[in-house]
């Protein structure tokens, strides 16, 4: 039997043994005559049809022939499941009540025993904070310019999660500049070129039925990624400077000068002609919030990818100041970062600053994303760790500009595990936040393979990524009338052609 064959009967079987689909209310006759079996041809019963099933499923063709493996992964189970991913409408994990754990959801034990295995509350979790970065990806998208003669309009975001509501645009400002000839020959990407750029919000739950769910009125702080030239110019100023000293000393713990990444702290702290610093709006605005909901028990969620997942760190940290000052008779509400992407952002003393001051850092990493590694000296983390076990750490801390360190705790994921993307997918997936969406809803452990009932839908992935997916998955999916090319979210919202990711 020859190798074309072979695969003619295994087309044949997959069409004999292929069900009618009940997700997807178009008439069979806009479908792919030639993929999909009319009821009427098949006259097996149910039973008939699963005993089949089985016997195919459990010859493992693919152990045998390995040409069988692409065959199998389009037989009628995995072509069901795929329909079910390819569907417009998001398929979400069941939330659970967190109301009697929330406080290890947010950290308070540093995710002990929730991150490998994924606890399936905890990834969900995750999955909704990263979501609100890309709802802030979207609004800046939408509408990228801001005005330089007067001070911004509210802007308009559509949250994922309709139980919170937004109180506050946040603007981040370059303490550089460009010359003037660059806005006179491109003058319709002024906004590339502009010093204050939108860059997130804040947003608190106030629907009672997700407060009692989650235990806590949650206040929410999303920062998007790298989007305009200045904020580019501002990650290549990789030299740590010192951190200026808010509030009072700094706790014990912190050992030594905190340093961090010079271009990080001026898009922080410097001001615009129109707009505060972001490190002033969001103290300011938390500040409100805290007096408003005081004697409530509150949870400040810091989130970001990238350039945000860096300011995010920057953020909780003044946050974890300003709530401890705060005269409320309340206990200071408990702060944590999800942090997608995101690259180093200080030096050992800032970590053990961060640390000390009680702020609870999840990193999700990607072991394929190179941001994740920068800025600093070396790009290996056990090379760095080696040498800080030597004799050679102070040697390190003291002399050297470029002496990055992480900060929290890791969730590493790798984009090798997706059955959907290709094992060498480029830089700017690897980088990419629905990307890390898509492989933090299908990470099982880290000796698992990509999970079965992973849920997210992958048409965002296709549209964002479709040269990184695999061809199998890209012609299967416009045979089932997907249009990849179409720049639409989820919500149907028509989206700029600006890049969705910093990448």
């Not at 009697?100 to 969900?124: I, K, M, T, V």
């Not at 994922?160 to 806005?183: E, H, Q």
Request: proline share 7%; net charge neutral.
């Amino acid at each position: 039997m020859t190798m074309e064959s072979t695969r003619l009967h295994l087309a044949n079987l997959d069409k004999l043994l292929q069900k009618p689909s009940v997700l997807d209310p178009q008439p069979p006759h806009q479908w792919d005559r030639e993929e999909i079996a009319k009821p009427s041809d098949v006259a097996l019963s149910e039973e008939e049809k699963r005993a089949g099933s089985g016997l195919l499923e459990g010859l493992s063709l693919a152990r045998i022939w390995p040409g069988a493996k692409a065959a199998e992964e389009m037989s009628p189970r995995h072509l069901h499941r795929l329909q079910r991913l390819l569907s417009m409408t998001p398929e979400y994990s069941p939330r659970n009540s967190l109301a009697s754990r929330w406080q290890e959801y947010h950290g308070c034990n540093d995710w002990a025993g929730l991150l490998d295995p994924l606890d399936e509350n905890l990834r969900r979790e995750v999955v909704r904070y990263g979501e609100f970065v890309q709802a802030a990806y979207e609004a800046f998208h939408r509408d990228p310019a801001t005005s330089a003669e007067a001070a911004p309009p509210p802007r308009h975001v559509v949250l994922p999660d309709r139980s919170y509501k937004v109180t506050k645009s946040l603007y981040a400002t370059s303490s550089i500049g460009l010359p003037k000839w660059v806005d006179d020959v491109a003058p319709d990407l002024d906004w590339m070129t502009q010093r204050s750029s939108w860059i997130g919000y804040v947003a608190v739950c106030e629907d009672r039925r997700e407060i009692q769910r989650m235990g806590r009125r949650d206040i929410v702080i999303a920062l998007r990624g790298t989007a305009t030239c200045l904020e580019w110019a501002e990650n290549m100023r990789a030299h740590l400077v010192d951190m200026p000293q808010v509030g009072g000393p700094a706790p014990e713990a912190a050992q030594g000068q905190s340093k961090v990444e010079c271009g990080f702290q001026s898009l922080h702290r410097t001001g615009g002609a129109h707009v505060p610093s972001l490190a002033k709006s969001v103290a300011d605005e938390v500040k409100r919030l805290l007096k408003l909901y005081e004697g409530e028990t509150l949870s400040i969620t810091v989130t970001g990818h990238s350039l945000g997942a860096a300011l995010a760190l920057l953020v909780a940290d003044e946050l974890s100041t300003c709530s401890a000052e705060s005269p409320s008779s309340s206990p200071p509400p408990h702060v944590a970062v999800f942090s997608f992407g995101g690259p180093r952002v200080g030096n050992k003393a800032f970590a053990n600053r961060i640390n000390a001051k009680n702020v609870k850092v999840l990193r999700i990493v990607n072991n394929q994303d190179i941001i994740t590694r920068v800025p600093g000296t070396f790009l290996s983390e056990d090379l760095e760790q080696k040498l800080r076990d030597t004799k050679l750490e102070g040697v390190l801390d003291d002399n050297m500009p470029w002496d990055y360190s992480h900060v929290g705790t890791e969730l590493r994921v790798d984009t090798r595990m997706s059955p959907f993307l290709k094992p060498d997918a480029d830089v700017a997936c690897c980088h990419d936040l629905e990307a890390y969406l898509h492989l933090v809803d299908g990470f099982s452990s880290s000796n698992c393979p990509f999970r079965d009932n992973a849920k997210r839908s992958l048409v965002r992935l296709l549209n964002e990524q479709a040269s990184n997916v695999k061809r199998l998955y890209t012609s299967k999916a416009k045979a089932l009338r997907l249009n990849i090319e179409s720049r639409r979210n989820h919500q149907g919202m028509p989206m700029s052609n600006c890049l969705p990711s910093p990448s």
